[in-house]
């Protein structure tokens, strides 16, 4: 059972409004059109090498369209913690299904993110099959 404090009730009534306001844009703006308001990546722009982030906007644009094989295109690794971070919120309040102890076992585990983060960042930034599927279209 989720323990819903004063502070926590306040942090998901300032963050609904602000993700839903995130979707709307991101709804409406389409990140693939060049010289839309959204910005680009500070690190790819800087470097030409993809950040673990890079291509997330595209994805969740894709992703609001209801174009999921785009979306896993753009960003593989952060379409699949998408559903995985808010899992992870809630389990850190006390929510703690039973049949999701395994997953969130090994997810609460920085270590683990301490090794897939860097490699994801790594391999996506290899010019080679199959590695460049890592990597969002240019």
């Known amino acids: 059972m989720i323990a819903l404090t004063?502070?926590?009730?306040l942090l998901l009534a300032a963050t609904v409004p602000l993700v839903a306001a995130g979707a709307l844009v991101l709804r409406v703006v389409d990140p693939n059109q060049?010289?839309?308001?959204?910005?680009?990546c500070v690190f790819h722009s800087l470097t030409g090498l993809w950040c673990p982030g890079c291509g997330m906007t595209r994805a969740l644009h894709a992703l609001l369209q209801g174009d999921l094989p785009t979306?896993?295109?753009?960003?593989?690794?952060?379409?699949?913690?998408l559903p995985l971070l808010p899992m992870m919120l809630f389990w850190s309040w006390g929510w703690q299904p039973r049949v999701l102890q395994p997953l969130m076992g090994w997810a609460m585990d920085p270590r683990v993110w301490l090794v897939v983060i860097p490699?994801?960042?790594l391999l996506r930034n290899l010019p080679w099959f199959p590695f460049t599927l890592l990597a969002p279209p240019a």
């Open 6 to 9: 004063r502070p926590r009730v």
């Open 34 to 40: 060049p010289g839309n308001l959204l910005p680009r």
């Open 71 to 81: 979306a896993l295109h753009m960003n593989p690794l952060g379409m699949l913690m």
């Open 119 to 121: 490699a994801y960042w």
